[in-house]
């Protein structure tokens, strides 16, 4: 089946520091790729919608300039969170559509962001 | 503001059981849900997924039911076992802003299968 890879899956970072997170798709090409933030116990928050070769659409109260999100090619995103603090500790999930729209969602397997 | 909730926190089930987890959504418009399975520690895994213009669909172990009317969605696993224990979601697939898709997630169901 297909498959979305995230990479790392779990980072620890100075304060201050600026960490780049990559979601792919391995089997398949979307142009869609979804970012989202989950807090422990919380449910998934939709933070963007990243589509390949334009701007990310990003959600009310997500701040563009912290959070940089970069969908260059069919099959790779990037979420770089910028000068990070110990609050954007987070687990962070991307999920990826199917160019050819089968309707499925692939997740993948998150990454666990720790601020210092 | 549109929202795909849930009822239950939490739900705690025999082993051999029929668990039914429910879900609650408010944007009329919405077209596309799914169920997600969320082991700790790991993204979301697909369990099932239905179309606005069906009321009912079935898979291996598991029926989704959608009542279009008053905006409720469930998921029912049969015969429950250890290994369904997780976080179950739903999740609304519409057009945001822009005419971008957007996936909603609701708030989670945490089950608990005893054996």
């Known amino acids: 089946g297909a498959v979305v890879s995230q990479h790392p899956s779990r980072v620890i970072c100075k304060s201050g520091t600026s960490v780049k997170i990559e979601c792919r798709s391995l089997d398949f090409q979307a142009t869609t790729m979804f970012w989202y933030r989950q807090f422990p116990k919380k449910s998934l928050m939709l933070m963007a919608t990243s589509n390949e070769g334009s701007k990310a659409t990003y959600e009310q109260g997500v701040e563009k300039d912290k959070f940089l999100i970069n969908h260059a090619s069919l099959t790779l995103s990037t979420l770089t969170v910028t000068s990070a603090h110990p609050e954007d500790s987070s687990f962070y999930i991307c999920s990826a559509r199917d160019r050819l729209y089968t309707g499925e969602l692939f997740f993948g397997e998150g990454s666990r962001l720790t601020v210092l | 503001g549109e929202s795909v909730g849930l009822h239950l926190p939490t739900l705690s089930v025999q082993e051999g059981d029929n668990s039914i987890i429910n879900c609650a959504y408010s944007?009329?418009?919405?077209?596309?849900f799914i169920w997600y399975k969320q082991e700790s520690g790991k993204g979301p895994q697909f369990i099932i997924d239905i179309r606005s213009n069906m009321d009912k669909r079935q898979g291996q172990r598991v029926t989704v039911l959608l009542n279009k009317t008053v905006k409720h969605l469930s998921l029912q696993i049969a015969a429950t076992q250890p290994g369904d224990s997780a976080v179950y979601f739903c999740a609304d697939l519409s057009l945001g802003q822009g005419g971008s898709e957007k996936l909603v997630f609701g708030k989670g169901t945490k089950l608990t299968v005893n054996p």
């Open positions: 944007n009329s418009a919405s077209d596309y």
